[in-house]
């Protein structure tokens, strides 16, 4: 009884000394267990470590959009949907492209995906990789207004280099396109390389023999000295303009129908 009596006197004492909460609540508020609750990251959503904000990506995808296609919208016009594309994923793409291996769809139970009969282009995975080292976002702007015109566009995850942009209501409005001149559609690829990426049309030479024919027409630009694919263009003929762009890896992806 003693013993019990001296127990209690101790508490009392720390009580007084030190209020409840230092004899109830050791465990910090907002913590649990050894990890702090981070209430910024809860209101703002996923965010990705080491790669830029999504807010930061919505604004440089709607810059994109204005730039490279002549329009002036705004956020509060658009609707957003995003996917990030890690380091892995991007790993496995790269290597199906390295292999030329058509198509893009996951094939059936059993089945066996052949490397087909197309160009292999030079590519450095290892580079690759580590110039997309944060992943990449991929991202579509609808317009609320007309929710048939909408907006493609992938960004390198890290530094926020726009790599593809397409329009992709006119990728799907390609019946009654008329026949154009050849030099009249390279003329409108070119036109916009110089323009909008500002690249030198001496450095770049035209790969005609993979050239796509078709209502979108895609033209293949490599780099005269490697021979690397630069530059992926598609012009909608039945509205005379340049609908899409892709570059470096984006490029060969494209090419392979990756992404």
């Given at each position: ?33 050894v ?17 830029l ?101 992938v ?67 490599m ?7 630069i ?29």
């Open positions: 009884m003693n013993k019990l009596n001296l127990v209690m006197m101790c508490v009392l004492l720390m009580i007084v000394g030190t209020g409840c909460e230092g004899v109830f609540d050791t465990i910090p508020k907002e913590t649990v267990m990890k702090s609750i981070d209430r910024a990251s809860e209101a703002n959503g996923a965010e990705y470590e080491g790669v904000s999504q807010d930061t990506v919505k604004t440089l995808s709607l810059n994109a959009v204005n730039k490279y296609f002549d329009e002036n919208v705004t956020l509060k016009e658009i609707q957003f949907e995003m996917e990030f594309i890690n380091k892995n994923k991007f790993k496995a793409l790269i290597s199906e492209a390295e292999y030329g291996l058509i198509p893009a769809v996951i094939p059936a139970p059993g089945s066996v995906v052949k490397p087909t009969e197309v160009p292999k282009f030079l590519i450095n995975v290892q580079t690759e990789l580590d110039s997309y080292s944060g992943g990449l976002y991929y991202t579509t702007l609808t317009t609320l207004s007309d929710s048939s015109k909408a907006y493609d566009i960004l390198n995850a890290r530094n926020g280099d726009i790599v593809k942009v397409t329009r992709a209501d006119t990728l799907r409005n390609i019946s009654g396109a008329r026949q154009k001149d050849k030099k009249e559609i390279i003329a409108l690829a070119e036109a916009f390389i110089q323009e909008k990426e500002s690249y030198p049309l001496s450095e770049l030479s035209l790969n005609e023999d993979i050239t796509r024919w078709g209502s979108v027409v895609e033209l293949y630009y780099s005269k000295d490697d021979k690397k694919l530059y992926t263009i598609s012009v909608n003929l039945r509205r005379n303009e340049v609908i899409g762009f892709s570059k470096d890896v984006m490029a060969l992806l494209s090419y392979y129908s990756r992404i």
